[in-house]
């Protein structure tokens, strides 16, 4: 079945530098990748999704990369702010009656 | 429209009794997963009903179960709870999206069940 594996675990970066967090996935019929943002105390909230007929989607300081190929995508925010800082959850699905498969979630730490 | 909502929002149980989690759904969404997250853990996927019928299921003990009903509203319960079932509960729902696409899923605010 599927396997999505996510990294680093634990991202630390300075105020207003750049963050990557990169899943890889395992089936090649996956074609819906989404991005969860969960502050601490709070449920987990969409922040970008990519389906597998674009490279690449933006959204102001966010964006999504995938790369069919190599059967990775990557998140990647910019301009880090403090409310930056929280638990980020990738996942992948095939579409239709297929779950969503999660990474294990990366905790990104923005130091002042 | 009005978000998905769970109740209840807080719950300790004694080990050993049983315990049923309501999750209402973003009107018009037929599909309803269910999550358990324990502190510092990612999400465990539970199970997932769609139009009263489960259609994917995870890898839990036959002690957790669910269903839903005819107007999308889903229960899960969880039989003779042990110590380790504490957890946040999370519910997310779906609804209609691109043919043949995966819908995104919208979460509850959670049930946080404590077993003593």
């Known amino acids: 079945g599927e396997n999505v594996e996510q990294h680093p675990s634990t991202l630390s970066v300075q105020e207003g530098d750049s963050a990557v967090i990169k899943c890889t996935y395992s089936?090649?019929?996956?074609?819906?990748f989404p991005w969860y943002k969960q502050e601490l105390g709070k449920r987990p909230q969409l922040i970008i999704d990519i389906r597998s007929n674009v490279g690449e989607k933006k959204d102001q300081r966010i964006a999504v990369t995938l790369n069919k190929t190599a059967k990775h995508f990557s998140l990647h925010i910019t301009e880090t702010q403090p409310e930056d800082s929280a638990v980020y959850f990738c996942a992948a699905s095939m579409g239709g009656n297929y779950q969503l498969i999660w990474g294990a979630g990366t905790k990104l730490i923005i130091k002042p | 429209k009005a978000g998905v909502t769970q109740t209840p929002r807080y719950l300790i149980k004694t080990r050993g009794q049983q315990v049923t989690l309501s999750c209402s759904p973003i009107s018009g969404h037929r599909s309803v997963s269910w999550y358990q997250q324990t502190p510092g853990q990612g999400l465990q996927f539970l199970f997932e009903y769609f139009s009263e019928t489960q259609r994917n299921k995870g890898n839990f003990p036959g002690r957790f179960s669910g269903r839903q009903f005819s107007n999308s509203r889903s229960e899960m319960n969880v039989s003779t709870l042990e110590l380790g079932d504490s957890a946040l509960y999370l519910c997310a729902s779906s609804g209609p999206g691109l043919a043949g696409g995966a819908n995104e899923q919208y979460f509850g605010p959670g049930t946080r069940l404590t077993v003593t």
């Open positions: 089936d090649s019929a996956s074609n819906y």
